[in-house]
C-alpha cells in the first residue's frame, strides 16, 4: 500500500488538490496521505472553493473531502519534525498541487521553511518522486530557472494546463483528466476512459 505526501500551497487550483485527495483516498492501491496546508494554501481554499479549514485540525479533511477518511492524516506546516521530515520515514511520492512560485524558489534553493519544504527536500534527497504542480501565468526568467533545477534535481514538473482534448463539458471533468496525469506518474490506477486512443474518426 502505497504511503503519498500532498501539500497545498497558496496558488490558484486549490480543486486540483480537492479532487486529488479524493482520488486518492479512494484508491485500493494507497494506504495512507499524509497533507499539509500552508497559510496561504488555508486562505486559496478559503477563497476559491469556500471551505473553512485551518491548517492544524483534523477537522480539515473532513471539510476539504466532503467525508470522513481514515487514510488521510493533516500535518500542521510549522511541524519541521514531523515524520515527513524525516528520510527515514519511507514514503512513494509526494504532490505539492498546486505549487505556488514561493514553494517552487524555496525546493529549487534547498531552504526548509516549512513542512512542505523540508517534505519535498527529503523526497528529492532519497530520490523519490516528488511532483510539482505549479500555477502562475506568465512565467518570469526565475520561475522557469526554478522549474528546470528541479526538473534536473528530479523533480516532475506538471504545471497546471489540462488539457481539452478529451472534450470535457464540465469543470470537474477538466480538473479529473488532470488529476489523472498525476495519478499516473505515482503509478496509481485510474479510469482509462481518459487515455487518449488517438484521433476520433470524422
Ligand atoms: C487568492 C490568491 C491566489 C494566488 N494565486 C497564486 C498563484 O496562482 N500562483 C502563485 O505563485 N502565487 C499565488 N498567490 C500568492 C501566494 O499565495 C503567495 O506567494 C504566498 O506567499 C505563497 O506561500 P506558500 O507557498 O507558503 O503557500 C495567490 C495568493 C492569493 C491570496
Same mark, same amino acid.
Given at each position: 500500500? &502505497?504511503?503519498?505526501?500532498? %501539500?497545498?500551497?497558496?496558488?490558484?487550483?486549490?480543486?486540483?488538490?480537492?479532487?486529488?485527495?479524493?482520488?486518492?483516498? &479512494?484508491?485500493?492501491? +494507497?494506504?495512507?496521505?499524509?497533507? @499539509?496546508?500552508?497559510?496561504?494554501?488555508?486562505?486559496?481554499?478559503?477563497?476559491?472553493? #469556500?471551505?473553512?479549514?485551518?491548517?492544524?485540525?483534523? $477537522? #480539515?479533511?473532513?471539510?476539504?473531502?466532503?467525508?470522513? $477518511?481514515?487514510?488521510?492524516?493533516?500535518? *500542521?506546516?510549522?511541524?519541521? %519534525?514531523? =515524520?515527513?521530515? =524525516?528520510? $527515514?520515514?519511507?514514503? #512513494?511520492?509526494? @504532490?505539492?498541487?498546486?505549487?505556488?512560485?514561493?514553494?517552487?524558489?524555496?525546493?529549487?534553493?534547498?531552504?526548509?521553511?516549512?513542512?512542505?519544504?523540508?517534505?519535498?527536500?527529503?523526497?528529492?534527497?532519497?530520490?523519490?518522486?516528488?511532483?510539482? +504542480?505549479?500555477?502562475?501565468?506568465?512565467?518570469?526568467?526565475?520561475?522557469?530557472?526554478?522549474?528546470?533545477?528541479?526538473?534536473?534535481? %528530479?523533480?516532475?514538473?506538471? *504545471?497546471? $494546463?489540462?488539457?481539452?482534448?478529451?472534450?470535457?463539458?464540465?469543470?470537474?471533468?477538466? +480538473?479529473?483528466?488532470? +488529476?489523472?496525469?498525476?495519478?499516473?506518474?505515482?503509478?496509481?490506477?485510474?479510469?482509462?476512459?481518459? @487515455?487518449?486512443?488517438?484521433?476520433?474518426?470524422?
Amino acid at each position: 500500500m &502505497k504511503h503519498i505526501t500532498v %501539500g497545498i500551497t497558496g496558488a490558484s487550483g486549490a480543486l486540483y488538490a480537492q479532487r486529488l485527495l479524493h482520488y486518492l483516498d &479512494k484508491s485500493p492501491e +494507497v494506504g495512507r496521505i499524509n497533507l @499539509v496546508l500552508t497559510a496561504f494554501g488555508v486562505t486559496v481554499i478559503r477563497e476559491e472553493l #469556500d471551505l473553512d479549514v485551518t491548517g492544524t485540525k483534523t $477537522s #480539515d479533511v473532513e471539510t476539504l473531502l466532503g467525508r470522513t $477518511s481514515e487514510k488521510i492524516h493533516l500535518l *500542521p506546516a510549522k511541524d519541521i %519534525g514531523a =515524520s515527513i521530515a =524525516s528520510g $527515514s520515514y519511507r514514503t #512513494d511520492g509526494m @504532490v505539492v498541487v498546486p505549487c505556488s512560485m514561493g514553494t517552487l524558489g524555496y525546493i529549487a534553493a534547498g531552504i526548509a521553511r516549512d513542512l512542505v519544504h523540508r517534505a519535498a527536500d527529503v523526497t528529492l534527497k532519497e530520490r523519490r518522486t516528488l511532483i510539482l +504542480v505549479p500555477r502562475e501565468t506568465p512565467y518570469n526568467a526565475i520561475h522557469l530557472e526554478n522549474m528546470l533545477k528541479l526538473h534536473q534535481a %528530479g523533480a516532475v514538473i506538471i *504545471p497546471a $494546463s489540462p488539457g481539452f482534448y478529451h472534450r470535457p463539458t464540465t469543470i470537474t471533468e477538466l +480538473v479529473d483528466h488532470f +488529476v489523472f496525469r498525476i495519478l499516473d506518474h505515482l503509478h496509481i490506477s485510474h479510469s482509462d476512459e481518459t @487515455v487518449w486512443q488517438g484521433r476520433r474518426k470524422q
